[in-house]
């Protein structure tokens, strides 16, 4: 009975976040009763068919400026934590994430260098880098049947090191405008969220995360292990594979579309599993769930509370980081089980 | 009786060290075969090689007619080899119900079917390890975690069981539960194949024995318990004596000083 409640909620809470966050804004104007207002009357059209005049600013409001925004932020949230919790089952690693491996940074790269010598799509870019970066970070912590997570790990680290520094010098070269554009972009931002780039980021964001929800089960032998995947006749490599590649698609996706979104991918999976515990089956379904509902009330924080614009990358640390300490010491969770 | 896994003339070595040296023995079908040695003696290794984890080998091993490195992971393959390693560790503490359900992974593409819950639930309470099914598997004590992953490797039902020590972090109890279970799946078509430590809970359960010395298997059929002690003897460079009991022999050790 608790897990369906459970369950009912990761259904009702994005949809809730969803519905307040359009009431949300930096214009005062269309607020809560605005838009419960808003709904009656449209709800009221579907079925009386009758011609009632919305305003328009409000129409251009909500559908133009918040809901992609909404969409794209939901997106970009779940994405990176079904990201993170995919990496973190299949490497066995609990401080394993999108970043940790290499794959945010890389992304970055590939997308600064598309911003400054605009050859291929950003988004293109972007996912190759992440592929590369993930890529060498797999190749050199590598060896066979016992590659070592804590060597897998520290690669991660090292890539990520050169892609920021291969970042950093592109910064360098670059003019003071395509600069400006690059900070503020790696420094993740929503702003700019438009129908456009809900367009381009829908895809391989839904279409990825569908695959992997296909193979939620897979997860739970892959987080047992190589040898004990093996011992029941599966084979993990073919597996293993798609799956990173898979999470790197969708990383590299919302990397792409709205900038570097640093430490949420590992902090989620933590939350969820704390919540609905370490069964992937519902795990990815609540990674969805939570992590599109935290970035989408972030976000809401960040556009509601501050007269000005602060870059979601530094809100997701500042209000994650108390939130996944107080979760971390409230359950004790030890990894030295 | 018949031969089932065949080994021919097969060597392997860590990069200079070598392990096993032309090693030549077969495993009979429907058996519970026991191979016993030293630690380090390259038990665990001739494990590896069995259950398809290493396969940088010399030589040849036939299960069936079919090589080794030829036999395919899943539920097509002809013969379903299910086997056990020495440790294990788990980063996440999944419940032990979802643990088993794992061991089910092969049969179907995507979502666990009825079938599978059934077969799950059979032997956790076969083990009588129904009562921890939604216990964490991390919190269990290493003799339960054992059991627990034995239980994993036998939903899938294999044609073909190796075990590296199955008992070696179980009381008694368990000991006895174990070997008792793997002697019905012997009686029911399966073929056991198990490196154990203990030599009178081999003796009293296993078909065929084995001892590994000097980088090679060495047959163990003497009936006569002299010949017995002195290989074992040997092998456990260690004085043993031997007791007989209802027409049984058990082997104990000598104490050096009494």
Known sequence: ?337 | MKELIQIHNLSFSFGKQQVLVGLTANFYAKELTVILGRNGSGKSTLFNILSGMERQYNGSVLFGDQDRKHIKLGKNSPLRIGFMAQFHQTTFPFTVFDVVLTGRASFSRFAPRQVDLDLVAENLRAFGLWHLKDKPYTALSGGERQLVLLCRILVQQPDVLLLDEPTNHLDLHYQVAVMEHLKRLVETGTTVVSVMHDPNLALLYGDRFYVMQDKKLHGLEEKDPAVLLSTLENTYNVALTDVQHDGRTLIIPKRKRL
Request: charged share 10%; aromatic share 10%; no cysteine.
């Open chain 1, 1 to 337: 009975m608790q897990r369906h409640f459970k369950i009912l909620l990761l259904v009702l809470m994005p949809l809730a976040v969803v519905f307040f966050s359009l009431s949300l804004g930096s214009t005062g104007y269309v607020g809560l009763s605005d838009l419960a207002h808003y709904t009656r009357t449209a709800i009221q059209d579907l079925f009386v068919k009758e011609l009632t005049e919305a305003p328009m600013e409000m129409e251009i409001i909500l559908w133009q400026v918040r809901l992609p925004r909404i969409l794209l932020t939901f997106m970009v949230g779940a994405a990176l934590a079904v990201s993170g919790g995919v990496l973190q089952a299949i490497f066995r690693n609990p401080i394993v994430d999108p970043f940790s491996l290499g794959i945010s940074s890389g992304a970055a790269f590939g997308a600064a260098l598309s911003m400054l010598v605009p050859l291929i799509p950003i988004n293109f870019s972007a996912f190759l880098f992440g592929v590369l970066a993930v890529g060498i970070t797999y190749v050199v912590s590598y060896s066979g049947v016992r590659t070592s997570l804590i060597t897998m790990v520290l690669a991660g680290m090292i890539i990520t090191g050169v892609f920021t520094a291969f970042l950093t010098v592109l910064q360098y070269l670059s003019d003071p405008y395509k600069l400006q554009a690059i900070v503020q972009w790696t420094m993740g931002n929503l702003h700019t969220a438009s129908w456009d780039k809900v367009q381009t980021a829908f895809l391989p964001i839904i279409g990825g995360l569908a695959v992997i929800a296909a193979f939620r089960w897979k997860l739970n032998l892959l987080a047992l292990g190589d040898q004990e995947a093996m011992a029941v006749g599966v084979n993990p490599r073919n597996i293993k594979f798609a799956l990173v590649g898979l999470a790197t698609m969708i990383t590299a996706s919302a990397v792409a579309s709205v900038g570097m979104i640093s430490l949420f991918g590992l902090i989620v999976p933590h939350i969820s599993r704390i919540v609905f515990g370490p069964n992937n089956e519902i795990g990815i379904f609540a990674n969805m769930s939570i992590g599109g509902t935290f970035l989408l009330l972030i976000d809401d924080f960040s556009r509601a509370v501050m007269p000005f614009e602060i870059p979601i990358g530094v809100f997701t640390m500042i209000l994650g980081a108390p939130l996944f300490i107080y979760l971390m010491r409230k359950n004790a969770v030890n990894w030295n089980a």
